[in-house]
């Protein structure tokens, strides 16, 4: 177990994972080490961290300012600590119980995976300050209504299997270079549908899941 009652021992005992696996400290796998807490973790030269599969559900000061790529998939993480990681690039977080969002500090992030978990419409104004973000994965969550956000760069939103019974087509319009957008499973009905198709057409998306089928070829970006 690597439930620790002290931060100095969980953050040695991580280290020492890392030591006998004989590990690039340029990328570090943390993968399926039933580790529970992240606490004045430290990895000053790493760019690439994996921490997947594991029981993590609190993190409190995470150190990498060089860390370009982190995988949180797959714990048990309730609410998005605050990040102040200035070269992150690609963030996952999909299948934990996300619920809420602290403050993000994450200047350069372009990939954002927040799949499965549990997150309602009210939380997502927080992500207004990732300027830089180009792809947004909120499918399977329980958003009911999408708010209007400020995302110049997003070109791929996906919204599919949440609780969506009405989108307002005028929140894509900070959406300038938006490309790719998923309503799939959703609660729109079909005359709704039929009025958005149409809508979504003058906004030039080229992209477009809606129904069950694909209206069109779509990214499917999953890494």
Same mark, same amino acid.
């Given at each position: 177990?690597?439930?620790?009652?002290?931060? +100095?021992?969980? #953050?040695?005992?991580?280290?020492?994972?890392?030591?006998?696996?004989?590990?690039?400290?340029?990328?570090?796998?943390?993968?399926?080490?039933?580790?529970?807490?992240?606490?004045?973790?430290?990895?000053?030269?790493?760019?690439?961290? #994996? $921490?997947? #599969?594991?029981?993590?559900?609190?993190? +409190?000061?995470?150190?990498?300012?060089?860390?370009?790529?982190?995988?949180?998939?797959?714990?048990?993480?309730?609410?998005?600590?605050?990040? =102040?990681?200035?070269?992150?690039?690609?963030?996952?977080?999909?299948? +934990?119980?996300?619920?809420?969002?602290?403050?993000?500090? $994450?200047?350069?992030?372009?990939?954002?995976?927040?799949?499965?978990?549990?997150?309602?419409?009210?939380?997502?104004?927080? $992500?207004?300050?990732?300027?830089?973000?180009?792809?947004? #994965?909120?499918?399977?969550?329980?958003?009911?209504?999408?708010?209007?956000?400020? *995302?110049?760069?997003?070109?791929? $939103?996906?919204?599919?299997? =949440?609780?969506?019974?009405?989108?307002?087509?005028?929140? *894509?319009?900070?959406?300038?270079?938006?490309?790719?957008?998923?309503?799939?499973?959703?609660?729109?009905?079909?005359?709704?549908? =039929?009025?958005?198709?149409?809508?979504?057409?003058?906004?030039?998306?080229?992209?477009?899941?809606?129904?069950?089928?694909?209206?069109?070829?779509?990214?499917?970006?999953? +890494?």
């Amino acid at each position: 177990m690597l439930e620790k009652s002290t931060s +100095n021992t969980v #953050y040695e005992t991580t280290k020492k994972i890392i030591s006998k696996a004989n590990i690039n400290e340029n990328e570090v796998e943390l993968e399926n080490k039933k580790i529970k807490k992240i606490i004045n973790m430290n990895y000053p030269k790493t760019s690439n961290l #994996y $921490l997947r #599969y594991n029981f993590i559900n609190e993190i +409190n000061k995470l150190i990498a300012p060089n860390l370009t790529i982190l995988d949180l998939s797959n714990n048990y993480i309730v609410e998005v600590p605050n990040f =102040n990681l200035p070269n992150l690039i690609h963030l996952n977080l999909k299948k +934990n119980k996300i619920e809420s969002f602290s403050e993000l500090n $994450l200047p350069k992030l372009k990939k954002l995976y927040l799949q499965n978990n549990k997150i309602e419409e009210g939380c997502l104004f927080k $992500l207004n300050v990732l300027k830089e973000l180009e792809k947004l #994965y909120l499918s399977v969550n329980k958003i009911k209504n999408f708010p209007e956000l400020q *995302l110049p760069k997003l070109r791929i $939103l996906d919204l599919g299997d =949440n609780i969506i019974s009405e989108f307002d087509i005028n929140n *894509l319009d900070n959406f300038t270079n938006l490309e790719s957008l998923n309503l799939k499973f959703n609660e729109i009905n079909d005359t709704k549908l =039929n009025e958005l198709r149409k809508l979504i057409k003058l906004h030039n998306i080229n992209n477009l899941f809606i129904d069950s089928e694909c209206d069109s070829e779509c990214d499917s970006d999953s +890494n």
